[in-house]
């Protein structure tokens, strides 16, 4: 019976050495979390806005003389669609717009115009630059004649999205117009509109 409980003890006092010397085992490190992805602005959709800013240009009557337009004010409204494909923005917008004060000497100078543009341009994030290419009208008024102007419009432009439906931007447009003679004048009309405005725009 001694023997017995000797052998025990001497495996017990040999074992315990092994057991406090043995590896220690080390918690795993908890998997990281992968960033959440950074939104993305989408340029795509119908849109409509408002816009303000100012005008000016000059006249020139064939034959006759040219005039230069005084500083006046343009305010409108538009309505236009964009597609997104990757950074390219591309789509199309009509816009309104009434002339104030774009007048020469006495007379009453442009009063409206009308906008139908083609735009281009590249998104970055909640930035959007672009380039504008169209075909406009605008009438004039001078001295009791009327004369209806048209002809190619081009500028460029910028926006932010303040939010996922609300941008604010900026667009400079130049009109090149001309029109025939207008009743009751034996002359035709040409010069530019250049427009800059501020623009205030709805995605749906």
């Not at 023997?3 to 006092?13: D, E, F, G, K, R």
Request: glycine share 14%.
């Amino acid at each position: 019976m001694n023997t017995i409980l000797a052998a025990v003890a001497s495996a017990t006092l040999l074992s315990a050495p092994a057991l406090a010397g043995g590896p220690a085992v080390v918690p795993e490190d908890p998997t990281p979390l992968a960033p959440e992805p950074v939104a993305v602005h989408d340029w795509s959709g119908f849109y409509a806005g408002l816009s303000y800013g100012s005008a000016g240009g000059d006249i020139q009557f064939v034959p006759g003389s040219s005039a230069e337009l005084g500083s006046g004010t343009i305010g409108g409204a538009y309505l236009g669609f964009l597609v997104q494909r990757g950074s390219l923005v591309y789509g199309g917008e009509l816009a309104y717009s009434d002339v104030k004060n774009a007048t020469f000497d006495s007379f009453e100078g442009i009063d409206t115009a009308f906008d139908l543009k083609a735009r281009l341009g590249f998104a970055a994030n909640r930035t959007l630059v672009y380039g504008v290419l169209g075909y406009s009208r605008a009438d004039l008024f001078v001295d009791g004649g009327e004369w209806t102007l048209t002809g190619m419009s081009y500028g460029l432009g910028a926006e932010f999205a303040l939010s996922d439906r609300v941008s604010l931007g900026l667009e400079y447009l130049t009109r090149d117009l001309e029109g025939d003679e207008a009743g009751g004048f034996p002359v035709a009309a040409e010069g530019n509109l250049d427009t800059l405005s501020l623009r205030l725009t709805f995605s749906f």
